[in-house]
């Protein structure tokens, strides 16, 4: 089937190309940063993590999000879903390619990369990280590649499936609990030390990935004669504002306890975050931004006039997944190493080259994300009227 | 005899799968021909089982009480300067009372407390949160103590950054090399995209020395003809200097509630303050 | 291999063709020129063998010139004895070495290996460079500085 991806128009090789020359300066940067360190990104001692380690734990949550399509159709027999979980599948699997480059990108000495399956150790949530990002990944190729050739064969597929797609949803859970799993538990880093950080985790997945994927189907339906259909982009719209309404409440929640109870190593960061601390602000307008675009974005889904109407869906979903994005991509990681743990305040942002390594990365996905959407649209344009078999 | 294309990938997989696999069989298998050979303890060295640090900050007095404790430790360990608050590679350095304990912010406590500089490094943490998230062990805990560095192993994750409520540990964002004003050449120095941290001098230690930092803050006290600042030991030995004095002054260690279990005391008042 | 080709090919009814036979063999032609060049690059530069000198002062003060183990077994086995003295002096916390002969060494490149070892671009680097391997272990271990001859 991988033929599919290598004709097209026009229009698909000027974005295939645009996007590989997006990758390679991102590559070339790369080199750069290889040669002459992590000190050309704008991480310091204080601040550790930045814009690599953001972008990894919001696309992980991405990832996750292909079980919001599986558990309906394969659970539960939610017929609406079966021409668009292969889309939810794919997704997945661009953004784990993306989680581990980022992870790849932002190591000190990747070329030891290997030293963690050579000497494993079960009491490191990095350990475990590696291996359910990489299963995930092999289980999701897998399972969207077979049930795709399925289709385009017009059988079923082979019976042993099955049990994958029944591994792939506890997984995809895993996947983003260990992620949250990495700040969870650290005893030093008041900001993340919080028990519903695995729950904000997943609600924000199932809010984000799932609002994605609805701009993604409408450009397919735009842009090829495949239409995922206007009942599973809705009852994907469903899903985001359940999962958006949870997200907001959960920050809502650590709000409270640090507000309420006072205590400085809880307050602190969300000061410096939403309103400055000790001068330091640079956070600020971003935060703020969020805020409003996740308020914005929740009206528009809640109310179901406008949820029903597939233009204020999708600019809905888009102020969703920008809102999502610097909150989760930027604001959380960022915010856990300020105030540091002397309770100064040194502050980060990210630096050119880095912002082009990071984009690098981004069109790294999104590549993976148009070859294989290419296939999977191919084959739905060739196999139109033939029922899904499985 | 007929193979179809089906049979012949599965052989050629299954082949592939048992030639790798045998490769580390037969490294394993094979011996290196040094059976006589083997390691030992050097037997100069200090052996303890709980090796800790005791600092009373009311023995530091003068700028050079400072200096001399960083310097001893930097310059034999190549330590590069790097003194911007964004690469800064430090093992042992000072900063204010509030930014050392911060949970005690106490507006109230004699000014020449609240001004004076401590002294911080690694607490080698009975309980470090730092070995926990290592993925490669490439920073643990020796059985005497000491949580040391592998720089060998290490991948530059800083995910010990991250765990350590300290601030102890620092990543070396760029070639160290140039800016290491001398060189040891009896200790390596670092590379680019390694974390690194006291160890406590644990080569010093294997060769019957104390720490170079406590060493050289009795050495001057010795001459100067006061008490010392630093003490160094083992816990678990009850005629140790450090449980002479711990015994006899009241001590805190950082961030205590966390229950990380630093091996670093401090001492704050003394003489008047007692 | 060839025999069955022939079979393959005499089997056919008429003769093949090769389609787009412009662009495959200007690819040929390519892949080959890419695949010979460090060959036709390198002919006429001899392949010096490696000779490296163990003739450093340290070495001349030596009263019996033996290095930790033998000759042979350092030939063939240093990288392995130096990760297992890596182990052993940093993550076991034991620095002294006994060797096959009972004689005792401190465990370190610096101050033990490179003390006699003192040239490391006439001694170290020849076969390193000749075998075209790059270990990087005087990123963070210090060289001594040696003279420029």
Redesign the interface.
Same mark, same amino acid.
């Given at each position: 089937m991988l033929e599919k991806a290598l004709v097209g128009s026009r229009r698909y090789w000027t974005w295939v190309f645009f996007l590989s020359a997006i990758v390679a300066i991102g590559f070339i940067n790369y080199l750069f940063q290889f040669k002459n360190g992590l000190g050309i990104t704008g991480m310091s001692r204080d601040v550790s993590w930045g814009l690599y380690i953001g972008q990894f734990t919001f696309l992980v949550g991405v990832a996750a999000s292909a079980v919001m399509l599986v558990i309906p159709y394969y659970l539960h027999d939610f017929k609406k879903f079966g021409k668009i979980v292969i889309l939810g599948e794919f997704l997945a699997v661009a953004s784990v390619t993306m989680c581990i480059s980022f992870i790849f990108v932002d190591l000190g000495q990747p070329m030891r990369v290997l030293n963690v399956i050579l000497h494993p150790t079960p009491n490191s949530i990095l350990f475990w990280d590696m291996i359910v990002l990489n299963g995930y990944l092999f289980l999701n190729i897998v399972i969207g590649w077979v049930t795709l050739s399925s289709d385009r064969k017009g059988v079923k597929p082979p019976s042993w499936i099955k049990s994958l797609i029944y591994l792939s949803i506890p997984w995809a859970f895993s996947i983003h609990t260990v992620t949250a799993f990495l700040y969870a538990g650290l005893p030093g880093r008041h900001f993340w030390l919080s028990a519903i950080m695995a729950a904000r985790f997943l609600a924000s997945a199932f809010a984000g990935g799932p609002a994605l994927l609805i701009i993604l189907a409408l450009i397919v339906r735009k842009l090829t004669k495949f239409d995922p259909g206007r009942e599973p982009i809705q009852a994907l719209g469903k899903i985001v504002t359940y999962a958006m309404i949870a997200n907001v409440f959960f920050l809502g929640l650590e709000f409270f306890t640090a507000f309420y109870s006072q205590i400085p190593g809880h307050t602190h960061p969300f000061k410096y975050l939403y309103a400055g601390l000790e001068g330091h602000g640079k956070l600020v307008p971003l935060m703020w931004a969020s805020t409003v675009l996740a308020i914005i974005s929740l009206i528009l889904l809640v109310v179901p006039q406008w949820r029903r109407s597939e233009r204020i869906l999708a600019f809905a979903c888009g102020a969703l997944f920008v809102s999502l994005w610097i909150d989760k991509g930027f604001g959380l990681v960022v915010g856990g190493f300020i105030p540091n743990p002397f309770e100064g305040v040194t502050e980060y942002w990210p630096t050119l080259r880095e912002t082009f390594i990071a984009l690098g990365v981004w069109a790294l996905g999104f590549l993976v994300l148009t070859l294989l959407y290419k296939i999977a649209v191919s084959v739905r344009e060739e196999t139109e009227g033939i029922e899904i078999e499985h | 005899m007929s193979m179809d294309r089906r049979q012949f990938l599965k052989v050629a997989g299954i082949s592939t799968i048992f030639g790798l696999g045998g490769a580390p069989v037969i490294n394993w298998l094979r011996n290196?021909?040094?059976?006589?050979?083997?390691?030992?303890?050097?037997e100069k060295?200090l052996i303890g089982k709980h090796w800790a640090m005791v600092i009373d900050m009311s023995r530091f007095e003068t700028e050079e009480d400072y200096r001399r404790v960083i310097h001893a430790c930097h310059s034999i360990h190549?330590v590069p300067n790097l003194d911007n608050p964004k690469d800064a590679v430090k093992w042992i350095w000072t900063d204010t009372y509030h930014h050392t304990f911060p949970g005690q912010e106490n507006e109230y406590i004699p000014e020449e407390i609240k001004h004076k500089p401590f002294i911080l490094l690694c607490n080698h943490c009975q309980n470090p949160p730092c070995v926990r998230v290592c993925p490669t062990k490439a920073t643990?805990k020796?059985k005497?103590g000491i949580v040391?560095m592998?720089?060998?192993r290490c991948i530059g994750c800083r995910f010990c950054m991250a765990g350590c409520p300290f601030g102890a540990r620092s990543f070396n964002y760029k070639d160290p090399r140039p800016f290491i004003k001398e060189?040891n050449?009896?200790?390596?120095?670092?590379?680019i995209g390694v974390v690194e941290k006291c160890t406590f001098c644990?080569e010093r230690l294997?060769k019957g020395l104390i720490p170079a930092c406590v060493e050289a803050s009795q050495n001057a006290a010795k001459e100067a003809g006061k008490e010392p600042g630093m003490f160094f030991g083992d816990l678990e030995d009850p005629a140790s200097e450090v449980r002479k004095v711990l015994s006899t002054r009241y001590s805190i260690r950082r961030k205590q509630e966390l229950g990380t279990q630093p091996s670093v005391f401090y001492i704050i008042g003394g003489g008047k303050n007692a | 291999m060839i025999y069955a080709l022939s079979l393959f090919l005499g089997r056919r009814e008429r003769p093949m063709k090769l389609y787009d036979s412009g662009k495959i063999i200007t690819g040929l032609i390519i892949f080959l020129g890419l695949v010979t060049f460090p060959f036709f690059y390198n002919i006429g530069k001899a392949n010096v063998r490696p000779d490296p000198k163990i003739d450093t002062p340290a070495i001349k003060e030596l009263k019996e010139k033996k290095c930790v %183990?033998s000759k042979e077994?350092m030939r063939a %086995?240093h990288m392995?004895?130096l990760n297992d003295w890596?182990d052993?002096a940093?993550?076991?916390?034991?620095?002294?070495?006994?060797?096959? %002969?009972?004689k005792?060494y401190?465990?370190s490149l610096?101050?033990t290996c490179m003390h006699c070892h003192s040239n490391k671009k006439k001694f170290c680097d020849e076969c390193h460079t000749y075998m075209a391997v790059n270990p990087?272990c005087w990123?963070?271990?210090?060289a001594?500085k040696e003279k420029e001859t």
């Open positions: - | 290196d021909g040094l059976e006589a050979s083997h390691v030992l303890t050097d060295a190549n643990f020796r005497d040391m592998d720089q060998h060189e050449k009896e200790y390596p120095t670092r590379t644990f294997a | %183990e077994f %086995e392995k004895l890596r052993s940093v993550r076991d916390g034991a620095r002294v070495y006994v060797n096959s %002969e009972g005792a401190t465990i610096q101050n990087y990123t963070c271990h210090i001594p």
